[in-house]
């Protein structure tokens, strides 16, 4: 039985959070190959062979588990789900193109907030009697503050752009198409947290055998897989579309000053950075206690929290207004309320179990 610890667990989901926020800073120093040879390459080891190490590193008697005829249900619903996330990823990246990163950002990871934190224990029929513990209006507060806060990062991120011109080089902009993909991205982005739920079975089964904290581990072998499949057609297509998947072995001509094993090295550490951040969530979400259903908010409010931190340090600000700082500051102020609020609410529900 793992003692619920809400102050270690934000600690484990504040780590997951920011390397969330770091994870694609590298492709920064990726040059001569196209979006979908850095892309299959970093989901390569995030969505495919990390889980699968990670999971037989930590998980005792794996093989037992994955050949459990009774798990099959909840393996074949956990891959799904996750398949269905790796389509929302792909329209996350393509809404960028249309409307920019900040908006994208705001809706899409605004909407994954709320429906992936209520909607599966609403599913389960267990939100009333959870929120019936103490902190519950705690909980709600943060959930609404962070939806605040997110909002106001997103405004802040689109006043940025228009001071720097960004919004001259989108490429097509074209408001309709990318906020239809961003909603598209919020809704199938929360889905991975169904994909979690869905893989409780076999996490309960991965404890049963001795795996303690890292039981979750072996979700992510199904779920992750599922969102690699998908996203791997969608690159394989464009490979093939525009004749680029030779690159990957030998870099085109014209691109000397692009370096192949830098190239790989970016891509692998994107990829170890973005499934360090679920190896981190679950050691949060295992300590969540009673309201172990906030771990998708916090996560995700920490994620923009951080990602505001990472582009301060980036000097991504750099030329903005003074409203334009002010406000992310502001937002900045909003999102760490929320996660202190989150955290107390948790807090309170354990020290009323404890009594």
Not at 93 to 111: E, M, N, Q, V
Not at 253 to 273: D, Q
Not at 281 to 301: C, D, E, K, P
């Amino acid at each position: 039985m793992i003692s619920p610890n809400p102050l270690l667990g934000t600690g484990f989901h504040s780590i997951g959070a920011a390397f969330a926020a770091l994870c694609y800073t590298p492709q920064k120093r990726v040059k001569g190959w196209s979006w979908q040879s850095y892309w299959i390459v970093q989901a390569s080891f995030c969505w495919f062979l990390l889980p699968i190490l990670v999971a037989w590193l930590t998980i005792p008697e794996l093989g037992a588990i994955l050949r459990s005829e009774a798990l099959r249900g909840a393996m074949l619903k956990s891959f799904l789900l996750g398949a269905a996330y790796g389509i929302g990823g792909t329209a996350f990246g393509i809404s960028i193109r249309y409307i920019g990163f900040s908006l994208t950002y705001a809706i899409a990871i605004g909407l994954s907030t709320v429906l992936g934190t209520l909607i599966p224990p609403l599913v389960a029929g267990t939100l009333g009697t959870t929120l019936s513990n103490a902190g519950a209006g705690w909980v709600i507060a943060g959930i609404f503050v962070g939806m605040v806060g997110i909002a106001f990062t997103g405004a802040a991120g689109r006043m940025k752009e228009k001071d720097l011109s960004a919004a001259a080089n989108l490429g097509g902009f074209s408001l309709v198409k990318g906020l239809l993909l961003s909603l598209l991205a919020g809704v199938l982005s929360a889905v991975y947290n169904f994909s979690l739920e869905a893989g409780k079975p076999i996490s309960d089964a991965a404890t049963a055998h001795g795996a303690g904290v890292f039981c979750g581990n072996v979700v992510y072998i199904f779920s992750n897989t599922g969102a690699f499949i998908s996203t791997s057609i969608y690159c394989l297509w464009l490979h093939r579309k525009h004749r680029t998947l030779g690159e990957i072995v030998e870099l085109p001509v014209g691109t000397e000053k692009a370096s192949l094993p830098v190239n790989w090295a970016m891509a692998v550490l994107t990829g170890c950075l973005w499934y360090g951040q679920f190896f981190f969530y679950n050691l949060g979400h295992v300590r969540m206690g009673n309201y172990q259903f906030t771990s998708w908010a916090i996560h995700m409010i920490m994620l923009i929290l951080f990602s505001i931190v990472v582009g301060v340090v980036l000097r991504e600000w750099r030329g903005s207004r003074m409203q334009t700082k002010t406000a992310v500051a502001i937002a900045f102020s909003v999102l760490l309320g929320a996660v202190l609020m989150l955290t107390y609410g948790n807090h309170l529900a354990e020290l009323a179990t404890k009594r």
